[in-house]
């Protein structure tokens, strides 16, 4: 089931945060727990969306990926999807005025 566009990222981010959490304890050596093996074909296709999502982002701000700096990696990402998010405002509010012009 998909998420409704007003919560995906909210939604996404929650589940996110909990496979976040469950690689650190697999990790750390913390679980006892495998996951089976159609929750791992998944995970890889989580990884590889995540990895896109970074490099499109990177490519979007004009960062060179090996020149993000790790710590402030999330921020500077963050403020290009931020920027991106602000064009899309502009485009929704243009065509709106179009529309009430015709």
Known sequence: ???????????????????????????????????????????????????NLVLMLAEEGDFPVDELDRPNAAAQLGEVFAVLNSKVKELKECMAEEEDGQ
């Open 1 to 51: 089931m998909s998420n409704m566009s007003y919560c995906r990222f909210h939604n996404t981010a929650l589940d996110l945060s909990d496979c976040v959490d469950t690689v650190e304890e697999m990790a750390n050596g913390d679980s006892t727990d495998p996951v089976s093996s159609e929750e791992e074909r998944h995970a890889k296709r989580l990884i590889e969306y995540a990895l």
